[in-house]
């Protein structure tokens, strides 16, 4: 019998958890249907498929990490706040790693509410890159570099690639170091 209550969102919360179990890449309709103990078809009243499951993951996941690099942000400026949206980065992509994973998906063009939560995010990190000067284009490869840069760490910590005796957190800050050294060199705040 069906679990009453079921609503899009419940089904792309739970498919959340689900993927932060096994892994955004293993998620199926059917790993969530079980979830919920309802027969899969059951899921298609309240998602299309799995593309529209994912896509909204990316959105509930964009969203999520807004609010954290926004939390981070507050009140800080400069390496404190690089460094704090850094933390915040990485802290969802360790806690949460299949709704981080869904953040990687880029909203498709047409896609306003993903576009809007995508902006709410980065608006945090043009905010971060003003306080070092850095605006229009400059901001945004300044943000690609940042964005890869935390990504690639991330991936590399996820999958066990630090094996070096050395305290990875200290690794990670030092890599923030040489973000903000990089920033604060094409700075036209002096």
């Known amino acids: 019998m069906a679990r009453a209550g079921l609503t899009p969102q419940r089904v792309v919360d739970e498919a959340a958890l689900v993927a932060d179990e096994i892994g955004l890449d293993q998620l199926t309709l059917a790993a969530v249907a079980e979830r919920f103990g309802v027969a899969l078809p059951s ?8 593309d529209d499951l994912r896509r909204g993951l990316a959105v509930a996941g964009i969203r999520a990490l807004a609010g954290e690099l ?3 942000a507050v009140g800080r ?6 460094l704090a949206v850094a ?4 802290s969802l992509a360790t806690t949460r790693p299949g709704l981080y994973a869904a953040t990687l998906r880029a909203p498709a063009v047409d896609d306003e509410e993903h576009t809007a939560a995508s902006q709410e995010a980065l608006d945090v990190v043009f ?3 003003r306080g070092y000067g850095i605006e229009g284009a400059d901001a945004v490869h300044a943000i690609r570099a940042l964005r890869a840069s935390l ?3 991330v991936a590399l910590e ?8 050395e305290d990875v957190d ?3 800050r030092r890599l923030v170091d040489g973000i903000d050294a990089s920033l604060a060199s094409r700075s036209s705040v002096r």
């Open 43 to 50: 899921l298609y009243k309240h998602v299309r498929g799995i």
């Open 70 to 72: 926004q939390r981070a």
């Open 77 to 82: 400026s400069g390496r404190d706040a690089l």
């Open 87 to 90: 933390e915040a980065y990485r």
């Open 127 to 129: 905010a971060v890159m």
């Open 151 to 153: 990504h690639g760490f």
């Open 158 to 165: 996820a999958a066990g690639g630090f094996g070096m005796p």
């Open 170 to 172: 200290e690794s990670f």
